[in-house]
């Protein structure tokens, strides 16, 4: 069988999603073994522009350039995959929605804002449908490989459904709100082990908000903690502020 | 010599972080246009930090760029903290240059493997090179696994770092963690070994344009990567609360984009900066191998970037050893780990203040620059990214290069200005805001 022909493609990100893939060391090899990337820009002078297999995408569309480059390579790809939370839920570019467009460029670029055309900020699947998802910000690792196994097959993969909490308990982690502080691992999509928590750090809910929470189990541990409304959703807004516009 | 007429125009310039393009029009033998265009999305970081928390700002921030996330946070931190008047522990600041050291020598790694020497072999990416030369690809791709596998143990990960944050640590190594990155960093010397040994073999292009180089420079014996007053080999120092007056960012007259430059025309920053204002405070080790490759200061080439970076990962990892085993000998104080809660227990006091960080990371020195108000909210903010102070001495050298290497075809000359954009090793994912962007065609 002849192997799929994967491509990577970057919109407006840190490409540090990408890097992981550098990161596998030399599994990266037997990854490369199974499939035959084709555009790759970070690390590769090769280009592609034939039909694609597996389109691997990374970050937010931001501005109508990359609205009409990411409806292109929908077009020409049989899978579509986002690839970190730039992506999945728009992520740490998603902040931007919350000034006004003009207000924040003249800020950052002074008199020549002009040049800077930009949107608000729109996660892949808010302007082409999505295949497959790998959340996280980073991408986990593990998490990737499973997912390009189950394109590979053709098979679905599911991202789990259940709070960061679920893996959180698994590690044996002892709880942030126990040590006083706030941490949105209730309400974040699980997959990513804890990550974030393992290390001593809260979770800042990069994965994306899980689609049914416990809204009142949540409500029951800010009163217990007598932690203000406003301070958890300002938290929210560092990764999940794209949620307030309109799914595709 | 014929009237030659060139025009090259490089979109989506590949094997850099980020988008740039090189356009380069030659007309009747004369230079018309020779510029690097960036045309990355921008982002808006230093907008959307308005508003944010203090001790927010280094996790946001530390998502300007995935593969220098570790310098950013550190920079940022640096600034967070001398906003609120924080003087971090001596255990601290160990800790962050064992971070800075672990991000180095894997930035450094990517570039001259992955991002440098197809160009030198002949091929247009590594790709090809696992079949022709494994064991090379092989090598490199284990050694940024170790700086990965040393960056998860010290905080967590590499990309975008988890325990690192302002104050100190919330994680701090175990002595178990300790061993096992002191393993990893032995077991890395063979390795470097064969690295530096391949470099010899490497010829770069010959090219010098004399430039002003700009580094951290400091009074002690160490060679600067976290702290001290930035100098220039033009012979400026200056405390870092003064970097505007380094960066003096300026708008040419023929486009509304701005331009960095101190004393001369340009200025250049990274790894052949650092070793021409403080080769001498280079680890012996990495002085021999700057000696075999015949790097030294004051170096010219900018193609020898990557040779500079070379000598600086043997440097970093003779320095990362001995920086864990001082850290074994002392052994670690681990009162010092932190609870992370972006202070919501207002167990750091918090006033109105302005901090700068000033941090040397892969690429050149890098600023952060904060204002906060007396809740310690950002009012704001102001990043400076190496290569945004390094595009204007690009173009400088793409202007002297293009009419040397006139007589040669138009592939030869496109490939010597992709190769010498990229021995800057360009970030430009990094544009916060990119001091010099002009774009045409619009």
Redesign the interface.
């Known amino acids: 069988m002849e192997k799929a022909k994967v491509a990577f493609f970057?919109?407006?990100?840190?490409?540090?999603?990408?890097?992981?893939v550098?990161?596998?060391?030399?599994a990266?090899?037997n990854v490369?073994g199974a499939i035959d990337?084709v555009e790759?820009?970070?690390?590769?002078?090769?280009k592609w522009d034939r039909d694609i297999d597996v389109a691997i995408i990374e970050?937010s569309i931001?501005?109508p350039?990359?609205v009409e480059r990411v409806k292109q390579i929908r077009d020409k790809s049989k899978i579509l995959i986002a690839y970190g939370s730039c992506a999945t839920i728009g992520?740490?570019?998603g902040?931007?929605n919350?000034?006004p467009l003009d207000?924040?460029?003249r800020?950052?670029?002074g008199?020549?804002y002009q040049?800077?055309p930009?949107e608000n900020t729109k996660s892949v699947p808010q302007v082409v449908r999505v295949d497959y998802f790998v959340n996280g910000?980073?991408v986990y690792i593990p998490e990737f490989v499973a997912v390009l196994k189950a394109v590979l097959q053709g098979i679905p993969y599911y991202v789990p459904d259940y709070p960061v909490c679920v893996e959180c308990k698994l590690n044996e982690n002892v709880c942030m709100y126990d040590?006083?502080?706030?941490c949105l691992g209730p309400v974040t999509k699980a997959g990513c082990n804890s990550?974030?928590v393992?290390?001593?750090?809260?979770c800042?809910g990069c994965r994306g908000v899980i689609s049914n929470p416990n809204e009142k189990g949540a409500q029951d541990v800010l009163a217990k903690y007598k932690i203000p409304l406003g301070?958890i959703l300002n938290k929210m807004n560092?990764y999940n502020k794209c949620r307030e516009l309109e799914q595709k | 010599m014929k009237k030659k007429n060139v025009n090259i125009n490089v979109e989506y310039l590949t094997r850099v972080e980020g988008h740039g393009n090189i356009v380069v029009n030659v007309k009747d033998g004369r230079l018309e246009t020779c510029r690097l265009d960036i045309v990355e999305a921008p982002r808006f970081f230093e907008g959307m930090l308005r508003g944010r928390s203090i001790f927010e700002a280094q996790h946001i921030t530390s998502r300007i760029c995935g593969i220098c996330s570790c310098g950013h946070t550190l920079a940022s931190i640096q600034a967070a903290e001398d906003a609120l008047g924080i003087t971090p522990t001596a255990q601290t600041i160990k800790l962050r240059k064992l971070l800075l050291h672990y991000e180095t020598l894997d930035s450094h790694i990517l570039h001259i493997y992955l991002l440098v020497a197809p160009d030198l072999l002949g091929v247009k990416s590594f790709v090809p090179l696992i079949t022709s030369h494994e064991q090379v690809v092989r090598r490199a791709l284990r050694m940024k696994k170790t700086c990965n596998d040393l960056c998860d143990i010290l905080v967590g990960r590499h990309v975008h770092p988890i325990s690192a944050i302002v104050g100190g640590f919330t994680k701090l190594p175990r002595p178990k963690d300790l061993d096992a990155m002191l393993d990893l960093l032995k077991g890395m010397g063979p390795d470097m070994e064969a690295t530096v040994e391949l470099a010899k073999t490497l010829k770069f292009p010959e090219f010098e344009r004399d430039t002003e180089y700009i580094a951290l420079v400091n009074d002690s014996n160490e060679y600067p990567f976290l702290t001290g007053d930035v100098g220039s080999t033009d012979g400026v120092r200056m405390n870092k609360k003064d970097y505007k007056k380094i960066t003096n960012e300026f708008v040419v007259p023929h486009s509304s984009a701005k331009h960095a430059k101190l004393s001369r025309e340009s200025y250049a920053v990274g790894a052949l900066a650092r070793l021409n204002l403080n080769y001498d405070k280079l680890h012996p080790k990495a002085k021999e191998v700057a000696a075999a490759i015949g790097l030294k200061p004051k170096c010219i080439n900018p193609y020898l970037n990557t040779a500079a970076q070379l000598v600086e990962n043997v440097h970093c990892l003779e320095d990362a050893i001995a920086i864990i085993e001082d850290l074994k000998n002392t052994g670690i104080n681990y009162y010092e780990e932190i609870v992370v809660g972006l202070n919501e227990q207002f167990k750091i006091s918090v006033k109105a203040g302005n901090g700068v960080g000033a941090v040397e990371v892969p690429r050149g020195i890098l600023f952060h620059n904060y204002q906060i108000d007396d809740k310690g909210i950002i009012t704001d903010a102001n990043c400076i990214i190496p290569t945004s102070q390094n595009t204007n001495n690009i173009e400088h050298d793409m202007k002297k290069l293009v009419p040397e290497i006139l007589d040669r075809s138009e592939e030869e000359i496109t490939l010597s200005l992709e190769m010498l954009v990229r021995s800057y090793d360009p970030c430009i994912s990094c544009s916060t805001h990119f001091l010099d962007v002009r774009f045409v065609n619009r």
Request: glycine fraction near 10%; charged fraction near 15%.
């Open positions: 970057d919109f407006a990100c840190c490409e540090g999603c990408q890097l992981q550098a990161n596998m060391g030399e990266l090899i490369l990337v790759f820009r970070e690390v590769m002078s090769e970050g931001t501005n350039h990359a992520g740490v570019n902040m931007k919350g000034f207000e924040i460029r800020y950052v670029y008199e020549s040049f800077f930009t910000c980073p040590r006083g502080v706030t990550w974030c393992n290390n001593g750090n809260i800042y301070l560092m």
